[in-house]
């Protein structure tokens, strides 16, 4: 919003326009002031020329949003090298996440591979083994699709209470990207899996060398290859130049600096199935292979970094939501802490194992509030609140927490983390 414009209230007649009759947006631009400096003189911009068409060959922000970065939280992590930073999803809209905000998840920091010199091995339980050169790669029939990558840990800091005060940070490790790759089915019906091949080990090319197990039905599903990110080149710190694309399954399995796939009749109860990406339970036994990510949604604005500055009046609340199973049809929004729900209005593509958008509209009295946003999916699934979670799964796990989150609005505009019981 302008705030060049504060002073001059919007006027009540525009909120009774057709668009909100509908249920739609309500605009509220302030009333033309002839004697205002900034539209009566000229600005500097309009006194001089701008650059030229070669003054950026890549494009980057305008400096006015340097603010829009990926963080980390210092504490979370002993090192860098091994850590993670959060999308600032409070700074978005719509539904793609653009590749120089994706949040970064690696065990051995940016792998720094030689194109040329990278190769992807298919060996195991196959007729024929296989190396493919990204060349190789580049000459299969490839497809195009949009999918969001969820890190099973996001959220993971919330499961004994409101912590960190931020959607960037309680649910920043999630992008949204298109990928274009080869069908892993394709490179594995050239290899023939034979008919003991029941799993594939997918390693990564990085000096932590993760790796982990996945099902054949899986493989022969909807796994990609992927050597693009919306349109360009994979980003180094995305695994480039080619990673493993796993739709809706947990992201530690989506392998960066792919460099092999092991054909096998087991899996292969790696470090990363094991002592992590487990799930700890209230009687204290664990469960393994969680592979699908659950149903979830989160309020983006406003939010603890993203207050209400403009004051009582029409605001737009907006949030993502997302299913590892499928699509969202539906978000409920309230904003009096559960008390009463609406519907929120879904706007931009709904696409299988995507992020969806959502926006609610509202009149804002001024009093304080409380957010919350609850996904349906396709299956008909209902996202839980944490204290369903939490009788099931007590508050020791880390992974797979996709319970309904709480923003507390106060009068001023602030908000904050919290729960309600
Ligand atoms: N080779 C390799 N692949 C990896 C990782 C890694 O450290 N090394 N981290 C995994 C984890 S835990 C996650 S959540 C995703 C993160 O993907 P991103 O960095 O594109 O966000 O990559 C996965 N793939
Ligand atoms: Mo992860």
Redesign the pocket.
């Given at each position: 919003m302008d705030m060049k414009f504060k002073g001059t209230k919007p006027s009540r007649r525009a909120f009774l326009s057709g668009a909100l009759a509908a249920g739609g947006a309500a605009a509220s631009a302030g009333m033309v002031k002839a004697q205002e400096a900034v539209i009566t003189e000229k600005q500097p911009w309009a006194q001089y020329l701008g650059d030229g068409v070669d003054a950026f060959p890549y494009g980057s922000p305008s400096k006015h949003e340097a603010h829009v970065v990926r963080r980390s939280v210092e504490w979370l992590t002993a090192d860098p090298i091994s850590s993670v930073n959060f999308t600032p999803l409070h700074e978005l809209d719509g539904i793609i996440t653009p590749n120089g905000l994706?949040?970064?998840?690696?065990?051995?920091g940016i792998a720094e591979v030689e194109p040329a010199d990278h190769r992807i091995m298919i060996n195991g339980l196959v007729d024929k083994p296989l190396v493919f050169t990204m060349q190789d790669l580049m000459r299969y029939p490839r497809e195009n699709h949009v999918y969001f990558?969820e890190?099973a840990a996001n959220s993971g800091m919330e499961w004994a209470g409101a912590q960190l005060n931020g959607c960037q940070f309680t649910h920043g490790?999630i992008?949204n990207v298109m990928y274009t790759g080869v069908p892993l089915r394709l490179l594995l019906e050239e290899a023939g899996v034979k008919t003991n091949g029941k799993w594939i080990m997918v390693e990564?090319a990085?000096a932590?060398g993760?790796n982990r197990s996945i099902p054949i039905e899986k493989a022969l599903d909807d796994c990609l290859v992927a050597f693009k990110m919306n349109g360009e080149a994979l980003r180094p710190?995305?695994?480039y130049p080619v990673r493993l694309v796993v739709p809706g399954w947990e992201?530690?399995m989506?392998?960066?600096?792919l460099r092999r796939i092991e054909v096998g009749d087991q899996p292969w109860h790696a470090r990363e199935e094991t002592s992590k990406y487990t799930d700890l339970f209230e009687n204290g036994q664990a469960r393994r292979f969680t592979w699908e990510m659950d149903a979830k949604s989160v309020i983006t604005n406003p939010s603890p970094q993203a207050p209400l500055t403009h004051g009582k009046g029409w605001t737009v609340l907006t949030g993502v939501a997302w299913s590892g199973r499928g699509t969202i049809p539906r978000v409920d929004v309230t904003i009096d802490g559960g008390k009463n729900w609406h519907q929120a209005r879904m706007s931009g593509p709904s696409m299988n194992k995507s992020m969806h958008r959502f926006y609610y509209e509202f009149d804002w009295d001024g009093s304080p509030l409380l957010l919350q946003s609850r996904a349906h999916d396709s299956t008909g699934y209902v996202q839980p609140t944490k204290n369903e979670l939490r009788a099931i799964r007590g508050e020791n796990s880390i992974y797979h927490n996709n319970g309904i989150q709480t923003w507390y609005v106060n009068e001023q505009g602030i908000a904050e983390n919290v729960e309600i019981s």
């Amino acid at each position: 919003m302008d705030m060049k414009f504060k002073g001059t209230k919007p006027s009540r007649r525009a909120f009774l326009s057709g668009a909100l009759a509908a249920g739609g947006a309500a605009a509220s631009a302030g009333m033309v002031k002839a004697q205002e400096a900034v539209i009566t003189e000229k600005q500097p911009w309009a006194q001089y020329l701008g650059d030229g068409v070669d003054a950026f060959p890549y494009g980057s922000p305008s400096k006015h949003e340097a603010h829009v970065v990926r963080r980390s939280v210092e504490w979370l992590t002993a090192d860098p090298i091994s850590s993670v930073n959060f999308t600032p999803l409070h700074e978005l809209d719509g539904i793609i996440t653009p590749n120089g905000l994706c949040f970064e998840r690696h065990h051995g920091g940016i792998a720094e591979v030689e194109p040329a010199d990278h190769r992807i091995m298919i060996n195991g339980l196959v007729d024929k083994p296989l190396v493919f050169t990204m060349q190789d790669l580049m000459r299969y029939p490839r497809e195009n699709h949009v999918y969001f990558l969820e890190c099973a840990a996001n959220s993971g800091m919330e499961w004994a209470g409101a912590q960190l005060n931020g959607c960037q940070f309680t649910h920043g490790m999630i992008h949204n990207v298109m990928y274009t790759g080869v069908p892993l089915r394709l490179l594995l019906e050239e290899a023939g899996v034979k008919t003991n091949g029941k799993w594939i080990m997918v390693e990564g090319a990085d000096a932590s060398g993760m790796n982990r197990s996945i099902p054949i039905e899986k493989a022969l599903d909807d796994c990609l290859v992927a050597f693009k990110m919306n349109g360009e080149a994979l980003r180094p710190e995305q695994g480039y130049p080619v990673r493993l694309v796993v739709p809706g399954w947990e992201g530690n399995m989506w392998i960066k600096w792919l460099r092999r796939i092991e054909v096998g009749d087991q899996p292969w109860h790696a470090r990363e199935e094991t002592s992590k990406y487990t799930d700890l339970f209230e009687n204290g036994q664990a469960r393994r292979f969680t592979w699908e990510m659950d149903a979830k949604s989160v309020i983006t604005n406003p939010s603890p970094q993203a207050p209400l500055t403009h004051g009582k009046g029409w605001t737009v609340l907006t949030g993502v939501a997302w299913s590892g199973r499928g699509t969202i049809p539906r978000v409920d929004v309230t904003i009096d802490g559960g008390k009463n729900w609406h519907q929120a209005r879904m706007s931009g593509p709904s696409m299988n194992k995507s992020m969806h958008r959502f926006y609610y509209e509202f009149d804002w009295d001024g009093s304080p509030l409380l957010l919350q946003s609850r996904a349906h999916d396709s299956t008909g699934y209902v996202q839980p609140t944490k204290n369903e979670l939490r009788a099931i799964r007590g508050e020791n796990s880390i992974y797979h927490n996709n319970g309904i989150q709480t923003w507390y609005v106060n009068e001023q505009g602030i908000a904050e983390n919290v729960e309600i019981s």
